[in-house]
């Protein structure tokens, strides 16, 4: 399939970062995914967020895996690093690549199929490692390339469109990343965007695993009555626990927010998250409180969207691995064959 490029050419009067970017510098080729995806929402909420954060293209690398939600990363970001691992192999892959260039701002896109069926394993791992990665699931309860069978995340009693019930239970990765260990997870709905652009913001801002499990309604084989990962249904369904702003260390970022209980979080680097408690009982420190708080909601037939859990003080691999701060793909002969006499040394030490 040919990817076309967008027109270079756009409007002079167009906003621009402090980069001088603008936000059409941030996007890639045009879609060929169903008119109405929910994946198209979702890369708008990228190009949203790494413009409004003034990051340089050519700093991040964007990986996925196989399906209609790696392929996405070809829609964002032409002017970033990007790699198409095979099926349920991006977070290996993207393991690997922050292991050699520590620099760059690693962006994972994967599915739903990619990641809780073929991909579990891989997505535990790179998980419970803490690689420092934004995680986003593009999340449709169905194989959309292979039309429209259930896939590992589709809820128990959800109906198919020709009619057939799901008799399995569902797999939930916002459950298995609280467990594994994430320092930053957030559940989302493609169709909010006022809610998803500063979460994928403050997810980036973040220095761990983050991750982002993000309904995305299938127009194609999964938005019709009986789904439970339709428009329509998240929307009646979705139970908001906060609404997040990302203000870092320069000029604030004013919004109009509606009374309400505000909590301020500061991450490593000095950003701050603002939140408005929707939910007067719920503690996003607390990571055994959230698990329960999504399962009493899941039982009741609710979607828990908002910053789920957030650690202000997270580590990532390189700090576990107490890696240098160099990335090692910079390193020189000098750093890398220190000699025989250090050799000795380290052998002696383990003697």
């Known amino acids: 399939m040919t990817f076309l490029p967008k027109p270079k050419l756009s409007h002079p009067g167009l906003a621009r970062n402090a980069l001088g970017y603008t936000r059409r510098d941030y996007e890639g080729a045009i879609s060929t995914l169903c008119a109405g995806c929910g994946h198209d929402s979702i890369s708008a909420a990228i190009v949203r967020a790494c413009f409004a954060l003034d990051l340089p293209p050519h700093r991040i690398a964007k990986l996925s895996g196989i399906g209609c939600s790696s392929k996405t990363p070809t829609y964002f970001l032409g002017a970033s690093h990007g790699f198409n ?30 990641s809780a069926s073929i991909g579990i394993g891989q997505f535990a791992h790179a998980i419970r490692r803490g690689v420092n990665m934004v995680y986003i699931v593009e999340n449709n309860g169905v194989y959309g390339l292979t039309k429209g069978q259930f896939s590992a995340t589709a809820d128990r009693g959800a109906k198919s469109k020709r009619g057939v019930i799901n008799t399995d239970e569902s797999i939930d990765l916002v459950g ?9 997870v957030a559940r989302s709905f493609s ?21 982002i499990d993000c309904i995305s309604p299938c127009v194609a084989f999964n938005n019709h009555e009986g789904s439970t990962k339709s428009y329509d249904f998240v929307r009646e369904h979705n139970e908001v626990v906060n609404r997040l702003d990302v203000i870092e260390s320069r ?18 680097d000095g ?22 708080h999504m399962q009493r909601h899941h039982a009741a037939g609710e ?19 107490n890696t240098v701060e160099t990335p090692l793909n910079a390193l020189d002969d000098a750093a890398l064959v220190p000699g025989a006499a250090a050799l000795e040394k380290l052998n002696a030490a383990l003697r």
Do not use: C
Not at 86 to 114: E, F, K, Q, W
Not at 191 to 203: F, M, N, S, T, Y
Not at 275 to 285: E, G, T
């Open 176 to 184: 298995i990343a609280l467990q594994l260990g994430a320092t930053f």
């Open 251 to 268: 000029p604030e970022i004013t919004v109009d927010y509606a009374p309400g209980a505000v909590e301020m979080v500061q991450q490593h």
């Open 303 to 321: 979607i828990v969207t908002g910053l789920l859990y957030v650690d202000p003080e997270p580590r990532d691999l390189h700090q576990h691995l």
């Open 271 to 292: 950003t701050w998250l603002r939140l408005r408690k929707l939910a007067d009982d719920y503690d996003l420190h607390d990571r055994v409180a959230a698990m329960d």
């Open 191 to 211: 169709g909010d965007k006022a809610q998803l652009v500063p979460l994928i913001e403050a997810a980036i801002k973040h220095e761990g695993a983050a991750f």
């Open 85 to 114: 691992s095979v099926h349920g192999r991006m977070p290996s892959v993207l393991t690997g690549a922050n292991l050699a260039n520590r620099s760059l701002i690693y962006l994972g896109v994967s599915g739903d199929g990619d």
